[in-house]
């Protein structure tokens, strides 16, 4: 290449990388959206062990991060200042955990989400049971925060899809056993690609 040609391929390039900065000083570069945040009032009526409540809050937790939302605990019992006699914004969902069994529930399930037609999402609500939990993690010889993630995610997703559909795969499929506890440790028990659309979407309603 001649030291002419080479000084012309050099000037193109500063013209082109000049032409980017200018185009980025005076339009900025596009945000990137904010990760939406979804409040769970928790009320733990089961009295769970700190440390069994905190493991699967995080991994309950961590579902939902890595389809893009981010949730976001509230102990209604044991927060100073009682955050949850509050009004509950449309971003806020109601669990419980409860101590005893349900009875109307059958086989392996571990909770429930009712689901309420109403304007305001924090009418529905949904329950975990302990009790069914500790059973389940027991059979399957599974940590019980496990089984209570699982479930506590499985729940929040009825609750913010607002449907009782399940899935054959991922965190919404009807009932987990050992293989999926493995996934559920590596990180891989997630929200189908479509569930995931649509959570955002919900998610993108709610916010304020």
Known sequence: ?????GRRVIAVVLLLVGIRAYGESRLGRIPA???PIIHIRLIDLAGLP?????????????????SGIDLDFVECLSTPGFPC????????????????RLNHLHGDS?????????????DSYASVSYAMAADTAQELEV???????????????????????HSRTGIMSPRLDRKQFRLLERGELLF??????????RAAQLAP
């Open 85 to 100: 006699r509050q009004p509950a914004g449309q971003t806020d969902f109601w669990l419980q955990i409860l101590k005893q």
């Open 110 to 122: 571990t909770g429930v989400a009712i689901l309420v037609r109403s304007s305001q999402s924090g």
């Open 143 to 165: 940590p019980v925060a496990e089984v209570l993630a699982a479930s506590m995610a499985h729940e929040i997703g009825h609750l913010l899809l607002h449907s009782s559909a």
């Open 33 to 35: 959206p904010p990760t």
């Open 1 to 5: 290449m001649s030291d002419m040609a």
């Open 192 to 201: 189908t690609s479509g569930e995931t659309a649509r959570l955002l979407q």
């Open 50 to 66: 700190e440390k069994v409540r905190t493991q699967a809050e995080a991994v309950a937790a961590d579902v939902f991060r890595r």
